[in-house]
């Protein structure tokens, strides 16, 4: 794919005090493909997935154990997680899944899944909305499925959605975010994942975010950052949580992704176009940019549409196959 024009791009110029290595937490099989309405084939969940792994990325969120009811896309969390035994085995990549309660957990982990993440809310709509319970209700739902699976020697992400604004609620207090945050964490996850849902975050709140939560406590480096681009604000925002130290980044291949919960949320920081901005910066990723944006024109075919991914798009600028192909 690597055509003369760009074989030696983007020029590396690197800027001072920034991670010398980021983890990208591929987000693209779970939260980037929940939102499609046509129900994509377990097998072609199950290759995407591999061909993520081998494209270089270390971390893949693989699928999350609701009630089908709620996210019918995975509800064959069941049938994709065992072909999924071959990448997450001695030194293999790897596979989060997010389980909503108990019984969620319980599915996961029968299955053999090790690494473990729920996703709460900063703001009372949002949880009423997407979990029908009050903030504190759903952290008491938490407890015990952090605890259990911590028992288990999982590892444990905490999500938490709406951190810089929400579509009900308007503009989303600092403090409240951190109030919420903190409580999540001290139930014991290993890692938090600050969720800009509705894309509305700008560089200056997302590092008073940070450093607030760092105030109380809450240390750099067990935080990721979860950005959308409906305001066209994803890297800059991402490029502002490095300069503050943080080293753990969520990104959707193809920029695919949203929220059925939230119609505002449109698609999530394309991985391909973090990936370009990192290689410019010299940060390494250990991520083949070439052999991704190759990932996300396959499944732009599979779907039937064009990537939304800006770098996808001008490192491949002849239409995806149709889904036939």
Same mark, same amino acid.
């Not at 989303?172 to 139930?187: F, G, I, T």
């Not at 024109?297 to 939304?308: D, E, F, I, T, Y």
């Given at each position: ?30 939260? =980037? ?78 299955? =053999? ?23 504190? =209700? ?26 810089? @604004? ?87 291949? @193809?920029?695919?992704? @949203? ?26 990723? =250990? ?13 732009? @075919? ?24």
């Amino acid at each position: 794919m690597t055509t003369p024009e760009r074989a030696a791009l983007p020029m590396t110029v690197p800027a001072p005090g920034l991670p010398a290595r980021i983890r990208i937490h591929e987000v693209g099989a779970r939260d =980037g493909l929940q939102n499609e309405k046509a129900v994509v084939p377990t097998a072609v969940k199950a290759e995407f997935i591999h061909r993520l792994a081998a494209a270089g990325l270390t971390t893949v969120e693989a699928t999350s154990f609701v009630h089908p009811k709620w996210v019918p896309q995975l509800a064959d969390a069941e049938a994709l997680f065992p072909l999924l035994g071959d990448l997450s085995g001695a030194g293999g990549i790897a596979l989060p899944v997010l389980v909503p309660n108990e019984r969620g957990l319980e599915r996961a982990l029968a299955l =053999g899944a090790r690494r473990i993440a729920v996703f709460g809310s900063a703001t009372e709509t949002f949880a009423a909305r997407n979990l029908n319970r009050t903030v504190a =209700g759903s952290l008491a739902m938490f407890e015990p499925v952090v605890a259990r699976a911590k028992a288990d020697g999982a590892h444990v992400r905490g999500y938490l959605s709406m951190c810089f @604004g929400d579509p009900w609620e308007g503009p989303v207090p600092v403090r409240q975010v951190v109030r919420v945050a903190k409580a999540l964490m001290d139930l014991g996850c290993d890692e938090l994942s600050l969720g800009d849902t509705i894309g509305v975050a700008t560089p200056g709140h997302v590092r008073s975010l940070l450093t607030a939560l760092n105030d109380e406590g809450v240390p750099t480096g067990s935080i990721g950052v979860h950005f959308h681009d409906t305001y066209g604000q994803a890297l800059s925002n991402t490029l502002a949580a490095l300069q503050h130290g943080v080293s753990t980044v969520d990104a959707s291949a @193809g920029g695919l992704g @949203g929220c059925p919960y939230a119609k505002s949320a449109t698609g999530n920081l394309a991985t391909e176009d973090l990936v370009w901005m990192l290689q410019g910066l010299g940060i390494d990723t =250990g991520v083949d940019l070439d052999a991704l944006t190759a990932t996300s024109v396959w499944l732009a @075919g599979k779907l039937g549409r064009p990537s939304p991914s800006r770098t996808v798009r001008a490192l491949s600028p002849s239409p995806a196959p149709s889904p036939e192909e």
